[in-house]
């Protein structure tokens, strides 16, 4: 990749490159009482995921962003013989793309070379606490071996060796890339803390990267999270990819989450504005709670005036305009709003902007930094009606992924979201129709317009993520 490969100044902008991470066996090892450990809802079914779920979401990406590996191919690529092959990223078949990356992939790359390997295979084993005896096992794999019991943390024998990283198909949460520089995070969960250190590792070692080495950012603990006498959440630095949002060419989105802390906030907002990446950080502080654990699971952006959000988080219902009298009296004395939001800007630090609610500042966002003379509208989960709202941003509703100003992934399970974008004018189509009319040539990408594609999902939200989550941007084209 040369260096305009990596490039991302917003949300919308035709996608052209992106990191992902297809749902390996780990997924099947998944067991009930294990299951929250591991931060999924429930046990999923792998060959459903994978075969009726996930390749979908490979093939559409591919038809998109890569279409001469697929486009007029797809009788063969998924007859019984080819076996998936263009699906597994072990397999000579693979179909390899370098616009729809996979992270298996390029794990295995850098293990082709010895020093890196033996580095790896180290702070594998001391993060997973192996023995020496294991550690030399590991270290005599080939590289395409490895990589894979990297991450599925099991031998081809079925010996398990440490854990799995079933999250690791939500490869937003690695990292972000703002501007022309790659932020890493620090994961929150314990369960995601190798996913950290091998994509650091591919971030650092592959070719791939070379350009953008001096590029990457990273943030540490400080001493004050060292000498506290007991841990204290908001010195400790946790930084996850679904509460940053590069939402326009000089203004980052920053949640202050269950994931990500305060500090961790303070030391990118320092970070940043020191090198001057960045003009404008807002910072969206939303409850510590499962249920929203990272800004991406209560709002993304479909189009310069049009974002996908949850309606609590609205000012109108904090307001309670419609309830009765005593009611609003009673809820307005409640001096804790859902969410807090502040903007620093780079040349004015000492007066922040504060918003009252998320429409504000999103309305704000669609024609201050966007130019937008359009009306700014909103869709909402489940079409605002309660108890569809939370149900549906339960299954992810707002997490939705744009390929392109318009043209969004979303979980063909969530109905009155759907209706919602109905009618807002948006045309809903299966991604299995979709992907007959374009085989067809009855339809281009490029055609599409203002269009909700709704993807397969019954096992996929199990693991408590949508489209946005599932996809780390590497490049899209600027918005005009
Ligand atoms: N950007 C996101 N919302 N990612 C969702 C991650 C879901 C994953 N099971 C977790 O709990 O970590």
Redesign the pocket.
């Known amino acids: 990749m040369n260096s305009d490969s990596i490039h991302i100044t917003s949300e919308i902008g035709t996608l052209r490159r992106l990191l992902v991470h297809s749902p390996d066996s780990s997924l099947g090892k998944v067991v009930p009482s294990k299951a929250q450990d ?4 429930d046990i999923v079914h792998l060959d459903t995921i994978r075969k009726k779920e996930y390749d979908y979401y490979t093939r559409i990406l591919l038809y998109f962003l890569d279409p001469d590996k697929i486009a007029g191919k797809l009788t063969e690529i998924d007859s019984e013989t080819s076996n998936r092959n263009f699906y597994k990223p072990d397999n000579a078949g693979f179909h390899a793309s370098d616009k729809v990356i996979e992270l298996q992939w390029l794990l295995a790359d850098i293990l082709r070379d010895d020093t890196i390997k033996i580095k790896l295979v180290a702070s594998v084993c001391a993060v997973e606490f192996c023995s020496y005896d294991t550690q030399k096992c590991l270290f005599d794999l080939e590289p395409i071996a490895l990589s894979k019991v990297l991450i599925s943390g099991t031998l081809k024998d079925g010996r398990m060796l440490f854990a799995p990283i ?2 690791f198909i ?1 490869t ?2 690695i990292g972000v890339v703002i501007n022309d520089h790659i932020l890493l995070n620090r ?1 929150a ?1 314990k ?2 803390t190798r996913e950290a250190l091998l994509t650091k590792y591919i971030f650092f070692n592959h070719t791939l990267f070379e350009a953008f080495r001096n590029t990457i950012l990273e943030i540490e603990d400080t001493s004050h999270h060292f000498l506290m006498p007991k841990e204290s959440d908001d010195k400790k630095v946790t930084l ?4 940053l949002m590069m939402i326009s060419a000089r203004h980052l989105l920053i949640g202050v989450s269950e ?1 990500t802390t305060v500090e961790a906030a303070h030391q990118v907002i320092n970070l940043l504005f020191e090198k001057k990446i960045v003009d404008k950080i807002t910072v969206i502080r939303i409850p510590k709670k ?1 249920d929203y ?2 800004i ?2 209560v709002f993304t952006q479909v189009k310069r005036n049009v974002w996908v959000m949850l309606g609590n988080f609205s000012r109108k219902s904090i307001r309670k305009e419609d309830a009765d009298p005593v009611e609003r009296i009673l809820e307005s004395k409640k001096k804790d709003d859902p969410i807090k939001i502040t903007q620093f800007l780079r040349n004015d630090l000492e007066h922040p902007l504060h918003f009252d609610g998320l429409e504000e500042l999103l309305i704000n966002i669609s024609e201050t930094d966007l130019k937008c003379k359009e009306k700014v509208t909103f869709i909402y989960s489940g079409n605002n009606e309660f108890p569809y709202d939370v149900r549906e941003q339960w299954t ?1 509703s707002c ?1 939705v992924l744009a390929l392109r100003e318009g043209v969004v992934l979303g979980y063909d399970r969530n109905d009155k979201t759907t209706d919602a974008f109905r009618a807002q004018g948006f045309h809903v189509i299966h991604v299995h129709s979709l992907l007959e009319d374009l085989e067809a040539k009855r339809v281009r990408t490029e055609d599409l317009k203002d269009t909700l594609i709704l993807m397969p999902s019954a096992e996929l939200s199990r ?4 489209f ?3 996809s780390m941007p590497l490049l899209r084209d600027n918005l005009e």
């Open positions: 591991w931060l999924f809802e079933p999250n939500f937003r949460d994961p969960k369960a995601r996850e990819g679904g509460d994931r499962r654990m990272h991406d699971t992810d997490n693991a408590r993520g949508g946005h989550c599932m």
